[in-house]
């Protein structure tokens, strides 16, 4: 296997018949709190199918470019829990999954289901680190922003935003952080894992949201791949908190809008929830 943690592996199988026995081995030592059952586990992971013949890729996040997020539980094949268990951010292991670690059953589902898992399927898996919750934690101080209303219910809930207001929206950037996280700040270049529900100035409209979509996503901050606002009311934020932002049209979509739902010169109203903030390759 070749390739640095945190780059795109690429691996040379044995000649021979594929593995029908599963083993796990770390490839990189990482540092840092080791991983434990029960944590939700940051990773970029690179997925091959150990035929024996093409060895084929079957997909990576290095190529969909974002992170996957990985529950560690009993519904994982025991070897990957046991490669997980005790991994450090910044590692690396692989874990081959062959047919002995199904049951009977399993098989003969995944077949009536057109899957094959006869075949050793091989995981290379990077860790990034381990997502402490899945919302912003604490104790909410009142926005000031008028027009708006956000409820804040605590634990791993949704926040609530309204934007329904007859109030004229701010020509400025406006960014008010409503629960502080205790987290690093937010350096430009680094990729936040967020949660995020974004609506229009005065309509109420639901443009997007990662809590309707059901997990967190990833985004590299501070260099135009998102929308200037983001860009530039991020940057700073320590990693926990929950942040109120209110973007003008020539720092969100502009004149032309985005889509059906955003109209050319929509302000547009985010609150965010900054879970992590990881240093990547872009």
Do not use: C
């Amino acid at each position: 296997m070749t390739g640095a943690a945190n780059a795109k592996p690429t691996v040379k199988f044995p000649a021979g018949a594929p593995a029908k026995t599963s083993s796990s081995k770390v490839v990189t030592e990482g540092q840092g709190a080791p991983v434990k059952m029960g944590d939700t586990v940051v990773t970029n992971m690179t997925l091959y199918t150990w035929d024996g013949k093409s060895n084929a890729p079957g997909g990576s996040t290095y190529d969909a470019g974002s992170p996957e997020l990985v529950p560690l539980s009993a519904q994982l094949p025991k070897v990957i829990q046991e490669a997980f268990v005790g991994s450090k951010p910044g590692g690396r292991f692989y874990a081959i999954v062959a047919p002995d670690s199904y049951s009977k059953k399993d098989l003969d589902q995944a077949k009536a289901q057109g899957a094959d898992l006869s075949m050793a399927q091989v995981f290379v898996v990077d860790v990034i680190g381990t997502a402490k919750s899945m919302a912003a934690q604490g104790a909410a101080v009142k926005h000031k922003l008028k027009g708006v209303d956000l409820e804040n219910p605590g634990g791993d809930k949704a926040p609530k935003l309204t934007t329904k207001t007859k109030e004229k929206a701010p020509k400025e950037l406006v960014a008010e952080t409503v629960i502080k996280g205790d987290g690093p700040a937010v350096k430009s270049g680094e990729t936040i894992m967020v949660q995020y529900t974004g609506k229009i100035w005065g309509s109420d409209t639901e443009f997007d949201s990662s809590w309707t979509r059901g997990k967190p996503v990833f985004f590299q901050i501070g260099t135009g791949k998102v929308i200037k606002g983001w860009d530039q009311a991020l940057v700073g934020v320590p990693v926990g908190s929950r942040v109120l932002l209110s973007i003008p049209p020539d720092l969100g979509y502009g004149k032309n809008g985005q889509g059906d739902k955003i109209k050319g010169d929509s302000t547009l109203v985010f609150a965010v929830d900054v879970l992590g903030a990881y240093n990547l390759p872009a």
